[in-house]
């Protein structure tokens, strides 16, 4: 199955799911705080299985996502708060309204968290170690790639290779 056609078949739904629950609570009056507690607490969560499995969304549906969130907390109306400021936590005056850009780099992370893990033996850590291993294996962990131009250099030409 093509990326494009995984992603339709596994996140469209979820991405469904998160618009109606976003549209089930939209009629209630709520104060900016209840907003962001059904974002945190009911909305979200609907997408961190599909983040966390399928590769990278593309940028325009975490983008639609992003701008979904902030209309459900602005009722549709222009934004009064910058989004900046409204990301921000609370201890630096902030709502800390999720950012759905670094929520998804987040998840992508425990990847590597699950991957250091000795206790893990999962089977996909088995393949992940065969490819890693052309590379350096867990060097590539402690390396300085600053970029994520870098990164994606590294990965592409590990995906060009073969088991």
């Known amino acids: 199955m093509m990326p494009k056609e995984t992603l339709k ?12 629950c976003l549209k089930q609570w939209q ?14 607490t009911f909305a979200l969560p609907k997408l961190i299985y599909p983040l966390s499995v399928l ?20 009722d549709n109306k222009p934004d009064k708060i910058k ?11 902030g709502l800390s309204v999720p950012d759905i850009f670094d929520f998804n780099r987040a998840i992508k992370a425990g990847w ?9 033996n999962g089977n996909w850590k088995i393949i992940l170690n065969q490819k890693l291993i052309k590379l350096g294996n867990t060097l590539i ?11 994606k250099t ?9 088991l």
């Open 55 to 74: 590769s990278n969304p593309p940028m325009n549906v975490l983008t639609e996502i992003n701008s979904l969130i902030f209309k459900f907390i602005w």
């Open 112 to 120: 590597i968290k699950r991957y250091l893990d000795e206790n893990n």
């Open 154 to 162: 590294i990965f592409k030409k590990l995906s060009l290779r073969t």
């Open 9 to 20: 078949f596994n996140l469209e739904p979820k991405l469904n799911d998160f618009k109606n």
């Open 27 to 40: 009629h209630r009056k709520l104060t900016l705080m209840g907003k962001i507690t059904v974002i945190k």
């Open 141 to 151: 962990l402690e390396s300085n790639l600053t970029t994520e131009k870098d990164i």
């Open 83 to 93: 989004r900046n400021r409204l990301k921000m936590p609370t201890s630096e005056g």
